[in-house]
């Protein structure tokens, strides 16, 4: 048994900019050489979450509006009042969203449905460069 | 310290069809003879998800509710423009509650407390054969 | 590798009382020696959760107006029928945030953004003294 912490890094535009990081992490585990274990996938900041999702453009549109319709980004939060960075509904979304998820694998890969992806949401508001850890725990 | 990549099989009705699994997750921790470690379920499927409840029939029915106000079934989405398959609510709802619970156990047995149920929750628009996966990490 | 399995304990005000346990967490790790793994905090019951945020008195606010705002507390649930205490609604709250976190530690500390920290939410509807389970799987 092992643990490996690797990261991965890419940019977002913000406002649930929705990205697929299924092939980064399956990446992850094939250069790990673990056969079999779990990884956790983790967002170091209170801005961003992640979740699974069938990645196509009308889901990726029917997510972002039900996040604007329960956590609206045009009304008045605490947060704003604080800081004036205006980003207190990305701040609550990622609250509700998590910022961790651990999906197991075997034979060195990912054991995710046919049509299902991991994705990680950027809720700010603007672009970001973004580092998520991804810890691997397993056996070769 | 061992890895064990275990599945429990069922059916379900769909529609937010609640299922309490917590007896089948003791079973697999009692078959592993894996004393102390973690199980990690998971769905493996963009429809379904996982957390945790006091399964009783009033709270089953206001869990279904809450799901309804937040995620109405009756209002279109872009997703059931591209399939046709009109389950658009269903895959919200599962991006929303998650695909992954992560429960520890000792002496093995899982570390609920005495009104905690594990629930699987098929959000989908009709009746499913679900497959899940139950990833255990642990030592004797 | 190892796996430990630890408790910390704390008292709350109920109605969605958030409090900061990252330190409690980060105690946890550096007593148990290990140097790099995962952490499981799990809340043995189904009033409580657990997820991150940017710990400060504005988000705090925000969080709770948006728990009253998506899970009223002030409407009737069909569980207040059953139990006749109340808490429906801390119920419903603790099911949609989820029980269990997993965040990866490497060095002996918590991989957790700058403004980043763990919280607990006591959802339930009076003050409760809480226990809560951390479980450490990790190498030296």
């Not at 980003?87 to 509700?96: D, E, V």
């Not at 995710?112 to 850890?133: A, E, K, M, V, Y």
Request: neutral net charge; glycine residues 10%.
């Amino acid at each position: 048994m092992k643990v490996i912490t690797e990261s991965i890094n890419f940019s977002t535009k913000g406002f649930s900019d929705i990205k697929d990081i299924t092939s980064m992490i399956n990446n992850k585990i094939k250069d790990s050489k673990l056969r079999k274990g779990i990884v956790t996938v983790f967002v170091p900041g209170s801005t961003g979450g992640l979740t699974t999702m069938e990645y196509e453009p009308g889901l990726i549109k029917d997510l972002k509006n039900l996040l604007d319709k329960i956590i609206p980004s045009n009304i008045p939060y605490f947060h704003d009042e604080t800081w004036g960075d205006g980003n207190g509904f990305s701040h609550l979304r990622a609250s509700l969203i998590g910022p961790s998820l651990t999906v197991p694998f075997s034979d060195g890969r990912l054991l995710l449905g046919t049509w299902q992806q991991i994705i990680f949401i950027d809720f700010d508001n603007r672009p970001r460069s973004r580092n998520l850890i991804v810890q691997l725990i397993g056996e070769e």
